[in-house]
């Protein structure tokens, strides 16, 4: 099957500074595919030059046979992208939140509303639909950026460390979404610091440290390769790269 992402050389420098340092990957279609690394190891500058967030230094990325580098505008509006951090209109409801947003993707209002309502139901938050967003809890707010970042109905959605800060039945609903979406057919790319998570979710992943890809495979393949079938994917992650994973 042809991936439908291809990094081919990727390199990202801020002046003399190399933030991400010319790693190859793939990514299939309807995979989850993660990307784990201590703080500062290039995790999310790759994510946001893969989402058209970051303009690329050097190499490339190829999205669905688009470079970009040359149609960043229609990868943009095939890709939904859940932050680390809430940008949320604090000012509008939980509702007016989606329906706002798909005004970015050209949505008619009429199709936006009907996607905002169904979006509100699948992520259960019908009882805070006209609530503020300021009003909402952390958990809440994630499941609302969830939500949001698939209200253009995404081929490839961006998972920036979605679970951070939650309680563990905010988390479990989060990977209940995750795997829901790759029922469907949906390509994740999943940042995270949670090893277990990481372990659940992921088909495969990359480990960096330092701007390189120092690992990948399936998380049971990599703890087969280094630490001998026995231990967990944090166990491997510690001897590849001798850190904690949040220093």
Known sequence: MKPIIQARALIKRYGTFVAV??????VAPGECFGLLGPNGAGKTTTVHMVSCVLPITDGDIQIAGLSARNEPRRIKAMMGV???ESNLDTDFSV????????RYFDIPTPEAKRRAEALVDRFRLRDKAAQCVDDLSGGLRKRLLVARA????????????????LDPQSKHQIWDEVRAMKQAGTTVILTTHYMEEASLLCDRLIIMDQGRIIESGTPRGLIEKHAAGEGTLEDVFLKLTGKELRE
């Open 21 to 26: 340092a010319g790693v190859d990957f793939e």
């Open 150 to 165: 698939m209200v253009n109905n995404p081929a490839i959605i961006m998972l920036d460390e979605p679970t951070t800060g």
């Open 95 to 102: 509702l007016h939140n989606l329906v706002a947003y798909a």
């Open 82 to 84: 859940c932050p680390q």
